[in-house]
């Protein structure tokens, strides 16, 4: 059964060395791209690409993947990708997985992806957890694929949080209890021995040899950064939602920025339903509703903790 769900001042600049941008040509990049200046970040990383800096090589991949200075070219990007993460640059695995998946090379896409998520990377662990769902290329593992895609979700990748929602209707409560056990587990791994280089943001650029003074990340990108996995099947009319009372309490918490976290993680696990921020002293309550009945809130309840239903 498929899936059903989804989808980098003048006076200043005369004291500057004269010959700085040629020592560090992969950092000269990074500033003209920093300005805007794509074309000639890009023509700043070409040569240090082609004699094999990994910095320099990812960079190019992110310009074609974004079509910044040259003509957006998804399969010049696998290249270079692929050039860096040969190299073990990690930043590149992740984005490389991902471009192979995109250019459906799945197969070869698959082991790329496991080194990527193992290290914490959330676009990993989505397109990842989305294959064991589907038993596409690796076989099929629903408590996995729960594990991964909650893990996902819980780094705030939207569509992560969409797909676990697309998941609770085929999956068994028990089947969800153990992929949250696991997905813990997996957090508790991460945290001990967390790695160098985990969860870069989807599109930054490197720069190689860095100052003592480290230079500003490059770049947010409006683009949507995970290839969808699966095709969309249209979505069966949402039942009517009647209100007897009931709303389900998930936290509560002493900064309301936190509540409005955990809403974002938790939100696709309630379609239907809406949410309130509720003031209860120095407490913000997290509430989620209607529910036509405690039986109806204790079975949404199922899997997720905390989660207390309440009557009002």
Known sequence: MKF????????????MPPALAQENPVKAGVEAWERGDYKAAVDRWRAPAMKGDSDAQFNLGQAYKLGRGVPADLNQAELWY???????????EASYALALFANG???AAAPWLQRAAGRGD?????????????????????????ALVTRSSQSGLGEASTALAQMDKYMSVQDRQAGLTLARKYEEEANRAPLPGS????AEVASSNPPVRKPP?????PAVQVPAPVKVAAAAPAAAVRDGGWRLQLGAFGDPGNARKLWSQLGGRFPGRSVSYVKSG?????????????AEASGACRGVSPCVPVSQ
């Open 199 to 202: 969860n870069p943001p989807p």
């Open 282 to 294: 120095s407490l913000t309550k997290v509430l989620v509703g209607p529910y036509a009945s405690r």
């Open 105 to 107: 090379k799945r197969d």
């Open 82 to 92: 692929g050039k860096a993460a040969a190299q073990g640059h990690e930043q590149a």
């Open 4 to 15: 059903v769900g989804v989808m980098i001042a003048a006076g200043m600049v005369l004291a």
């Open 217 to 221: 990340r490059v770049v947010t990108v």
């Open 122 to 146: 959330p676009r990993a662990q989505y397109v990842l957890g989305t294959m064991y769902f589907n038993g596409d290329i690796v076989q099929k593992d629903w408590v996995r694929a729960y």
